[in-house]
Nanobody
Framework: QVQLVESGGGLVQAGESLRLSCAAS????????MGWFRQAPGKERAVVAAISGSGGSTYYTDSVKGRFTISRDNAKNTLYLQMNSLKPEDTAVYYC??????????????????WGQGTQVTVSS
């Protein structure tokens, strides 16, 4: 069992930065592939970035490439999402998720076993 707690969301202006954190319980954090998803009002939840258990492989959806960076500190059981040059269209509830399956990273919600409660990110223009 893994419990995930996100933090770091807030209200910022366009062009500013935020860093989201996701603290995970348990002693086998490195055994989980992790992902950040977001859900904007009226839209389905979708993957933003994903990372393998070792941190060696990462994925970004096209709209955030070059602006967001996913990383993890397995010694601290923590996942991060550094978000730079934020845009109003980045406004959403952001969720972290853990997948206890194989190696690599995963892009589909159904691949993930555990989810955090979400943190709101609002970017004003």
């Amino acid at each position: 069992q893994v419990q995930l707690v996100e933090s770091g969301g807030g209200l910022v202006q366009a062009g500013e930065s935020l860093r989201l954190s996701c603290a995970a319980s348990g002693r086998t954090f490195s055994g989980y592939a992790m992902g950040w998803f977001r859900q904007a009002p009226g839209k389905e939840r979708a993957v933003v970035a994903a990372i393998s258990g070792s941190g060696g492989s990462t994925y970004y959806t096209d709209s955030v490439k070059g602006r967001f960076t996913i990383s993890r500190d397995n010694a601290k059981n923590t996942l991060y999402l550094q978000m730079n040059s934020l845009k109003p269209e980045d406004t959403a509830v952001y969720y972290c998720a853990a997948a206890n399956v194989g190696s690599g990273y995963y892009l589909l919600e159904r691949s993930y076993d555990y989810w955090g409660q979400g943190t709101q990110v609002t970017v004003s223009s």
